[in-house]
């Protein structure tokens, strides 16, 4: 069985940064691809990033390029997602998700497993 596990969420103020973790049990995913998305209050889940576990291949959201950036430790297993130059408005939950596969797909409901999700908040 799959488990993802996040961490890393907190209050902090705009301009600073995070990093988020999760932690990926439950099956070897060299076969998988990984990725990160968020939900704000009052809106739809929204992607972020991805990353292809072999290889390191990464995609992100046109909109977050450049100030977030995926990355995945093979050894420890673990995803990361590094948040710089925090806006309020990235204020969300953000959540860790995992699908067999190669395929660049960002509509979540196309992704198989996920995580509980780890609270960002941005204040002004």
């Known amino acids: 069985q799959v488990q993802l596990v996040e961490s890393g969420g907190g209050l902090v103020q705009a301009g600073d940064s995070l990093r988020l973790s999760c932690v990926a049990s439950?099956?070897?995913?060299?076969?998988?691809?990984m990725g990160w998305f968020r939900q704000a209050p009052g809106k739809e889940r929204e992607f972020v990033a991805f990353i292809r576990w072999s290889g390191g291949y990464t995609y992100y959201s046109d909109s977050l390029k450049g100030r977030f950036t995926i990355s995945r430790d093979y050894v420890k297993n673990t995803l990361y997602l590094r948040l710089n130059s925090l806006k309020p408005e990235d204020t969300a939950v953000y959540y860790c998700?995992?699908?067999?596969?190669?395929?660049?797909?960002?509509?979540?409901?196309?992704?198989?497993?996920w995580g509980r999700g780890t609270q960002v908040t941005v204040s002004s």
């Open positions: 998700a995992a699908r067999p596969g190669v395929q660049s797909i960002v509509i979540p409901t196309a992704w198989d497993y």
């Open positions: 439950g099956r070897t995913f060299s076969d998988y691809t």
